[in-house]
């Protein structure tokens, strides 16, 4: 029988979405994988929201409609014809169904958008109870005086306990954060019986995307990325003045409505969003269903990046303007931003240590992709290090650093002219406010960043002149930046080559103690385990010497990152069965690593099925303590390393975080110039882990 917690509240807009993704990252990385099942949905018919963001970012498995019950409109006709005990009876059924295929269950109660409160919470607590569910308890804390609050907890409490239901804890949510601290004052009186933490109002997530107004409108993007789509929006403004009006009234964020038939406006919305004067709107809804006037569009057409989305709708604007007032603002898988925001405040303002302890919550040994980087996250956070990116115009960069200083990751610094930068930031509604951002060419460190690069350099002849020009490049001004103490670590490449990137680390920051040849590892989060496979990514040919210091770097990463290194070293053949000079490469190089590091466990030469099979590990390698456990799969060149981690996280869909070079004195690390915003967030948490290392 799995575990199980109850989300009710007793009342609606309490923030439902924000905790509900607080408590599944909570439970995922405790147990890897969680079920998530709604009784009652609000429409048997319409998709349900939060079904939605739950099944996508943690990959349930399941069909929307086997993660409901009924819809409350089910409910309501069933009530009506005296069936009641019914749907309940098929709840429990059901919900026993789920539990029989998770570890843990989190049920998530009633929205109150139909029947009434007293209704609503009677269900509830009924299915609660049925369940023999402990209840967290939701209160909402908007737009409520702090006596209102503590009566609201009070209440909800009271009532659960009445109907017979275990409080496991309490939430207050959507608290003005001027009123936090009174709050939490007031109701720490309830703690003596179960927790009651109080969680701000973020106004953030109350603001629709301009992809939900769109979907809303069902209108039509006439230009435009549909990456803006995503751009949160602060406020509406009806363009219904002149242009020098219009444009007195704009604000960051805005959602500026104008009649079809306005060119003037349209094409004077255009220029604000491309002039630094003005705020940045986020998007352009042209109402009346009018065609775009032929100038106009060609105006349009001839612009190489149109600055924001331009949607039309046949509506009048009255009748416009009051569907966008009406679009609920929904958290959806895609919303990499508010996802992030949502965790962080709840991570923020409840003991999740304690709230772990109120339900019982135990820790598996299987490893998730969500739940290794969540630990990465909470290492990163528990030392925060500097980290530089030197791309700061690069839009992926700009997005990846919103997100880590949104989630308390890192402190950054951004290289780069500072007004090219917030360009680029505020037409990608990046908020920038909290970075640093440094231009090479106008910095007080520039002269003595070019004195001690010449002095590290002196022996090849490197003269003050030439290195003034090195240090005007971003790569080479972050690499001096981490090696002068001035930041933690670098993360490079998105918009250079893999020299660009680290032939600055070899000639400034250099090789650790000990280690002859700088070497990388991919990460490879499998579905429930991370394994580390070396080198793919920079040495072509190792020879022997080589292979054994990359495998011995790649044990102290995996190690580093909570990996227990067991090392294999692969070739073609396994033992003794094979002969030939790369098979001897490796036999000597596992040799060498013996002897250097006596304490790891190594094995080889072993074939790769045999490393990571135990079956075939014992027929191949009988009694090796590596043969079918190994964690650490050590490539014995470029070719066959790079090919095999693509192979891996293509066929299986395994994430591969990477490389992460190692044997540098201090965390360098590459960027593939594909890569995703995901992907510069991994490599800059990874540094930062490495930096702790260092």
């Not at 995922?28 to 609000?42: A, M, S």
């Not at 596992?590 to 250097?596: A, D, P, Q, S």
Request: proline residues 5%; hydrophobic residues 45%.
């Amino acid at each position: 029988m799995a575990d199980r917690l109850y989300v009710a509240s007793l009342e609606p807009r309490a923030g439902r979405s924000l905790v509900t993704l607080g408590l599944m990252e909570l439970l995922t990385r405790r147990l890897g994988t969680v079920g998530y099942w709604r009784p009652i949905v609000p429409s048997s018919s319409e998709p349900d929201h939060r079904i939605e963001l739950i099944r996508r970012r943690y990959s349930l498995g399941a069909a929307p409609r086997e993660l409901f019950a009924f819809g409350a409109d089910e409910v309501a006709d069933a009530t009506a014809e005296g069936r009641s005990d019914e749907v309940f009876k098929v709840i429990l059924e059901r919900a026993r169904a789920i539990e029989e295929r998770f570890p843990f269950v989190l049920y998530d109660g009633t929205d109150y958008t139909g029947s009434s409160a007293a209704l609503e919470f009677e269900v509830n607590a009924r299915i609660a109870t049925d369940l023999a569910a402990p209840v967290l308890a939701l209160v909402n804390g908007a737009e409520r005086s702090t006596d209102d609050v503590v009566d609201g907890v009070r209440i909800a409490r009271e009532s659960l306990l009445a109907e017979g239901c275990t409080v496991a804890a309490t939430i207050v949510n959507r608290v003005r954060p001027g009123q936090l601290e009174e709050v939490r004052s007031e109701v720490a009186a309830f703690a003596s019986e179960s927790p009651v933490w109080a969680v701000p109002e973020v106004p953030e997530l109350s603001m629709p995307t301009v992809r939900e107004i769109l979907d809303e409108l069902d209108a039509d993007q006439l230009a435009g990325s549909t990456v803006d789509l995503d751009r949160e929006v602060s406020s509406v403004k009806i363009a219904a003045m002149s242009l020098p009006n219009v444009l007195s009234h704009l604000e960051d964020g805005s959602l500026v409505i104008v009649p079809g038939d306005r060119p003037d406006v349209i094409v004077g919305a255009l220029a604000s969003r491309l002039a630094t004067t003005y705020p940045n709107i986020a998007a352009l809804v042209l109402t009346g269903g009018f065609s775009l006037q032929p100038a106009v569009e060609q105006l349009i057409e001839g612009l190489a990046d149109v600055p924001i989305p331009i949607l039309a709708v046949p509506s009048d604007t009255y009748t416009t303007a009051r569907r966008v007032a009406a679009t609920p603002a929904v958290i959806r898988a895609s919303s990499e931003r508010k996802i992030a925001t949502a965790v962080t405040t709840f991570e923020e303002h409840v003991d999740t240590a304690e709230l772990e302890r109120r339900i019982e919550v135990s820790r598996t040994d299987r490893v998730t992709p969500l739940m290794f980087e969540y630990e990465l996250v909470q290492r990163a956070r528990s030392d925060r290090k500097h980290i530089v990116l030197p791309e700061g115009e690069d839009e992926r960069v700009l997005r990846a650093a919103e997100l880590l200083t949104r989630r308390n990751v890192v402190e950054l610094t951004l290289l780069g002219e500072p007004e090219r930068v917030r360009a680029r930031a505020d037409a990608a509604g990046v908020d920038l406010s909290d970075l640093r951002i440094v231009d090479p060419a106008e910095s007080d460190r520039l002269e003595e960043f070019a004195s001690r690069y010449a002095a590290l350099r002196e022996h090849k002849g490197v003269t003050h002149e030439f290195a003034l020009e090195t240090m005007l490049d971003v790569s080479y001004f972050g690499t001096m930046m981490v090696h002068e103490g001035l930041a933690d670590g670098m993360v490079s490449g998105a918009a250079h080559t893999t020299q660009h990137t680290i032939r600055p680390a070899f000639e400034i920051i250099r090789t650790a103690p000990g280690v002859s040849v700088v070497s990388s590892v991919f990460l490879m989060l499998l579905a429930d385990r991370v394994l580390v496979y070396g080198d793919c990514a920079v040495n072509p040919e190792p020879d022997a010497e080589a292979l054994a210091d990359i495998a011995i770097s790649s044990a102290e990463t995996a190690e580093n990152f909570g990996i227990e290194a067991r090392v294999a070293m692969l070739s073609y053949s396994t033992g003794e069965s094979g002969k030939g000079r790369a098979v001897e490469e490796v036999r000597r190089a596992t040799e060498l690593v013996r002897e250097r590091r006596p304490d790891l466990e190594v094995d080889g030469p072993i074939q790769y099925d045999a490393a990571v099979d135990a079956s075939v590990g014992e027929a191949k390698l009988p009694g090796s303590n590596v043969a079918g456990r190994a964690t650490v799969f050590i490539f014995p060149d470029l070719n066959t390393g790079n090919n095999t981690y693509k192979a891996v996280q293509r066929s299986s869909g395994a994430t591969a975080i990477g490389p992460v070079l190692q044997g540098l004195n201090k965390p360098v690390n590459d960027l593939s110039r594909g890569c995703l915003v995901d992907d510069i967030v991994n490599t800059v948490t990874i540094t930062a882990v490495q930096a702790q290392a260092s």
